[in-house]
Every structure is written in structure tokens, then in C-alpha cells.
């Protein structure tokens, strides 16, 4: 009895239309993309001129010295702004995604469900988020011609934090 070979099949090999990018200050992927910085910010994933994006997945990695606290952020007490998550252009916000602004690690599970993971231990913490929007709302669509952008706000300075990285998975 043989056993089957699994290969990869060339269709399934990243294209030149599909997006693994970063969310970051610039909305290209450049720029700052730890986004652990000393004051507010928002980052964004912004498709250019000519360009749509149809956005599948986010993926978040954040590091810190302790997220089992479900009363706070990390190892930090709640924020007191916290983390909003919208599509807009010029003129405002097209879709709000968090209704509730997030303030604590645990509420991360109103987007991504039980794909919303803690892994606790010595040292650093990491903290998992998986938010397949097509389980929820649907693919996101982003229009270059008519400057919508995926922008991630953190009301908060997350300066406490180790790291946080959000990647951005779709297709150009």
C-alpha cells in the first residue's frame, strides 16, 4: 500500500493579485507596522489609484507580559479609548466595525469569535486574533478610485506593549 504524495498545486502558490500585507502608518505595508507607539495612532491598509482590494482576513500578533487579565489590555489596566476598526474615505466613515470600541484583550472575541487566543506562560504573552471576514460581514472591498481605506485606531498610546503586528490577507 502506498502512501499519497501531498504537493502543492501551482494555482494555490501566492500570485501577483493576492495581498499578504502589513497594516501600517503609510497604508502601503511601509512605514511603521509595530504598532506600539507612545501616543494614538491609526494605521491602514489603502489601496492606490487604479487599485481594489478585496480584504479577507486580518491576522494580529501582540506580545506583552501578561494577557490573562480579561479586566484590562495585556498586562495594562483597560483602555480607556480602545481599538476601533472602520472603512472610510474622504468624507467619513462607509462601515463601523466596532460598534464598542475594543478595551480589553477578551474583546477581541466580538469580532473574531473563539479565533481570539491567549497563550499564557513565563515572560512574554502572546495574544492571537484570526477575524475571517467572510464568516461575518463578508469580504471587505476597498476602492483606490475613491479613497477608502481598512484603518485600524488605537485610541490609546500601547507604548506598554511588546509588539503588535496586524497582517491583511486578500487579493489586489
Known amino acids: 500500500m502506498s502512501i499519497p504524495r501531498l504537493t502543492q498545486l501551482a494555482e494555490n502558490t501566492p500570485k501577483e493579485n493576492h495581498l499578504f500585507q502589513l497594516v501600517s502608518s503609510v497604508g ?35 506580545v506583552d507580559g501578561s494577557f490573562n487579565n480579561a479586566a484590562g489590555y495585556g498586562a495594562g489596566s483597560a483602555l480607556t479609548n480602545g481599538i476601533t476598526i472602520t472603512v472610510e474615505n474622504a468624507e467619513g466613515v462607509i462601515v463601523n466595525y466596532t460598534p464598542k470600541p475594543i478595551k480589553t484583550t477578551f474583546e477581541w472575541a466580538l469580532l473574531a ?23 461575518g460581514c463578508g469580504d471587505i472591498e476597498l476602492d483606490g478610485d475613491k479613497g477608502e481605506f481598512f484603518k485600524v485606531d488605537f485610541g490609546d498610546a500601547m507604548s506598554f506593549m511588546t509588539s503588535i503586528h496586524i497582517l491583511v490577507q486578500g487579493c489586489k
Open 113 to 135: 469569535g473563539v479565533d481570539s487566543a491567549v497563550v499564557g506562560g513565563a515572560g512574554a504573552d502572546p495574544h492571537m486574533v484570526r477575524w475571517t471576514f467572510g464568516k
Open 28 to 62: 502601503d505595508g511601509t512605514g511603521v507596522t509595530d504598532l506600539i507607539g507612545a501616543a494614538p495612532a491609526a494605521y491602514t491598509i489603502t489601496p492606490g489609484a487604479g487599485e481594489k482590494f478585496t480584504l479577507k482576513r486580518l491576522n494580529m500578533l501582540e
